[in-house]
């Protein structure tokens, strides 16, 4: 699946789980160059608020 995973030329966010009983897992590239990777569910949900919030579509809202 490393495919779907993100890359510094096409930056955005992947999360995968792999099933109801394995942990989250989710990767992240910026346009910016920041990237970062998350295991667990609640590290997964903190990493994907943090990205949002200031990386990927937020770059777009400030005009960066
Ligand atoms: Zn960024």
Redesign the pocket.
């Known amino acids: 699946m490393s495919d779907l995973a993100p890359t510094s030329e096409r930056p955005g966010l992947h999360v995968s789980k792999p099933s109801p009983s394995a942990p989250a897992t989710a990767s992240v590239v910026?346009?910016?160059g920041?990237s970062a990777t998350a295991t667990g569910d609640a590290q997964v949900k903190a990493l994907v608020d943090g990205y949002t919030a200031?990386?990927?579509p937020a770059?777009q809202r400030t005009g960066r």
């Open positions: 910026c346009q910016c920041a200031s990386h990927g770059h």
